[in-house]
């Protein structure tokens, strides 16, 4: 109460904002959510802006003209060919272009909580915050496992497991800001399951044409662990001619591929715990991400934690939001007197 | 009157952690008040482990082949010019002119005999449990060095030519001992350990490089107790392990590796930022660099203690020229020198 009087007096919008890898998403005190793909695009050269009609291309509009810009997805290693500060100016565009889709009045100042890959804030913290800076009043960077069990106030005895595309971060809470022991990060995430998928397809379909934004596709619209009635077919372009493709066996392995590390970090994180909060801690784990959303995930896991002790593991009921909403009540639980340095 | 009780201590956890967000958002700004950067103990047993390496080092010194060509008086810095090749007339019966030979001889011997390098092993320093240093603003050694680690990773393997491979990929802890292990179960010919320097009294930021061999000064000889820390090597294995190191071809190599890291790092980190200082390359007995049985170095990248340093480690470009720099010692060295030295011209040229 006291705070949304703040709120009134000086006209602040409050924002929580999730940069994933994948897709960020914004959460903000005036009621707007909206969601991105992490994609920034500049048109190639002066033919290819006029035909755009557009200086910066996002999400999926920057990936459907893919080949008429230069494409970054900012938070990702490896993807990035033509130097480092695009991304960093990439970073930048995707705050501005949230800010923006959360509509804020001219005279509204902007206090924002941005959650990050947890791996991504150890040595970048300074390039984020500078890339966020701009466009915003006051900043404060958490990372995205934190941001998620603060807004679900899991604040004590749990453990959230975040599998993102680029990273699957595990974050334990009990009862103060994690240390870096309470979290961890592995790389068996989203795009891995990509890989391997694309793997599989190309073993078993030599000669039909598929690229990684294809398998991508699939895998979103598909992903599945162990068993499910319905078989998966997709079309694929054989020679020039639309062919279908069963492909629901290379769905699973694939999305199987990351459970074994998955479970094995699981394990090793609530080990390092008291015997006392293990227990505690194993009925309240929550999958959250976009690899929350791969169906018979939250059971495989639960099933193979079952050989420890009674567990219980629940998922996240909007991964696409609980970053930037737990990010939005830090944001919104802070103390004017903290936004002041930031 | 329970939930009541519950709630305040809610309220309490809550108040905790937004207290704690805001300080570590403060570090990142580096205007967090409180003391937060990491200074390495010295203990007395580490110190002993310390003093055993360098008195057995020592030794081999005194024993081994010609020491004046291997640990001379005067430190080389990456500055000089390296000798060309000068042979020597050798007497094929008899036996101790091959030792005069090998001790002499400015050749590296893998070059003599055409020996070629396929495997690359990078070792970033520390990881897990270890942090190594840690900046004024959080920044700790075992993230940065796993990043130019990676980045140096790739950069290598564009080249099609070289298996290259680290010691860890991830944030976990590697003992000392594992990480010699690793290199000699992969058959590495040349081994790199990325580390970041910390000079708490100075304000500057030096670059320097290390192969191994009897510490030069004091507070090399304290450095490699830092980093010699959780090698989980016993007595024997240093015994055992420093007798190897009569092993001419290791030695020469590494010194020239060194060099060439040295002068790369040095030359464009200085023109870069513009306020490097050159400490050269240096000799101390680290256990990583004694147990690895080929050319190894110990490349101290950047020094975290500076507040500039720190700021740049923080984004990716200056991560990624860093890697850059070191490719380019790398490369310098594998081609016989021939590399230009400035590793941006290196880029333009590919």
């Known amino acids: 109460m006291k705070q949304k009087d703040i709120q009134k007096e000086d006209n602040i919008l409050f924002v929580g904002i999730d940069l994933g890898t994948s897709r960020s998403s914004i959460s903000a005190s005036n009621s707007k959510r909206e969601w991105i793909e992490s994609y920034v695009g500049w048109p190639k050269d002066f033919i290819s802006q006029q035909v755009i009609g557009k200086l910066v291309l996002f999400g999926s509009e920057a990936l459907n003209n893919r080949l008429s810009v230069d494409l970054c997805r900012p938070l990702e290693r490896g993807v990035i060919k033509e130097g480092i500060e695009k991304s960093e100016d990439a970073v930048k565009e995707i705050i501005k272009h949230l800010i923006e889709l ?38 404060m960077v958490v990372t995205e496992p934190f941001a998620v069990a603060y807004g679900m106030n899991l604040l004590n005895n749990s453990l959230v497991i975040d599998i ?76 020039g001619k639309p062919v279908m493709h069963d492909i629901k066996n290379e769905v699973r392995r694939a999305c199987e591929s990351i459970m074994p590390a998955l479970i094995e970090t699981t394990t090793e994180m609530i080990a390092r715990f008291d015997p006392e909060f293990q227990v505690k801690i194993k009925n309240n784990i929550v999958l959250a991400g976009g690899g929350s959303l791969i169906r018979g995930i939250r059971e495989y896991l639960q099933d193979a934690l079952k050989e420890y002790g009674p567990c219980n593991v629940s998922c996240v009921q909007d991964p696409l939001f609980a970053g930037s909403d737990g990010a939005l009540k830090l944001a919104q639980d802070m103390p004017p007197k903290y936004w002041e340095p930031l | 009157m329970i939930s009541i009780l519950l709630r305040k201590r809610e309220l309490k956890v809550r108040e905790a952690i937004i207290r704690g967000v805001y300080e570590e958002n403060l570090k990142i700004i580096g205007k967090y008040n409180g003391i937060i950067s990491k200074e390495r103990s010295f203990s007395l047993k580490k110190m002993f482990l310390t003093f055993v390496i ?256 720190e700021m740049k480690l923080n984004t990716e470009s200056h991560r990624e020229n860093v890697a850059h720099y070191l490719e380019a010692g790398i490369l310098d060295y594998l081609n016989k020198g021939e590399t230009r030295n400035e590793a941006k011209r290196h880029t333009e040229r590919r």
């Open chain 2, 54 to 309: 360098s008195v057995a080092a020592i030794f081999m010194h005194v024993n081994y082949l010609s020491p004046s060509s291997f640990f001379p008086e005067n430190q080389v810095t990456a500055n000089i010019i390296i000798q060309r090749p000068v042979t020597l007339p050798v007497d094929p019966d008899n036996p101790s002119d091959y030792r005069t030979f090998i001790s002499n001889q400015k050749v590296p011997l893998s070059r003599m005999f055409g020996l070629g390098v396929r495997t690359i092993m990078i070792d970033p320093g520390h990881g897990g449990a270890d942090t190594g240093t840690m900046g004024k603003m959080g920044t700790k050694e075992k993230d940065i060095t796993l990043d130019i680690a990676k980045r140096l990773r790739d950069r290598l393997k564009k080249y099609g030519h070289y298996n290259v491979l680290m010691t860890r990929e991830q944030d976990m802890t590697i003992p000392l001992n594992k990480r010699v292990e690793l290199a000699g179960l992969s058959k590495a010919d040349l081994f790199i350990s990325v580390h970041l320097n910390y000079l708490p009294s100075k304000p500057i930021n030096i670059i320097e490089t290390y192969y191994f061999g009897p510490p030069s000064d004091a507070k090399t000889l304290k450095l490699a107790e830092q980093e010699n820390a959780g090698s989980q090597y016993g007595l024997s294995d240093f015994k055992e392990m420093i007798e190897k190191i009569g092993e001419t071809l290791k030695l020469q190599e590494s010194k020239e590796f060194a060099a060439s890291i040295q002068k790369n790092l040095f030359l464009n980190i200085k023109k870069e930022t513009g306020y490097a200082y050159d400490f050269g390359i240096k000799r101390a007995p680290f256990v990583v660099l004694l147990g690895v049985d080929v050319p190894a170095v110990l490349a101290e990248v950047s020094c975290l203690s500076n507040r500039e340093e």
């Open chain 1, 164 to 239: 993102g595309a680029g990273t699957t971060d595990f974050c334990i809470m009990h009862g103060t800001i994690p240390s870096e022991e309470d979290q961890k990060t592995i790389f068996n995430a989203g795009d891995y399951v990509d890989e391997q998928l694309y793997s599989y397809l190309s073993e078993r379909y030599p000669n039909s044409r598929f690229n990684r934004n294809m398998v991508r596709q699939f895998k979103e619209q598909y992903s599945f662990v162990r068993e499910v009635s319905d078989e998966i077919h997709v079309e694929i372009p054989v020679d």
């Open chain 1, 102 to 139: 959360a509509k804020p009045e001219s005279a509204q100042k902007i206090y924002a909580v941005v959650g990050v890959p947890a791996d991504t804030l150890k040595i970048n913290k300074l390039a984020i915050r500078k890339a966020v800076s701009e466009c915003v009043h006051s900043l």
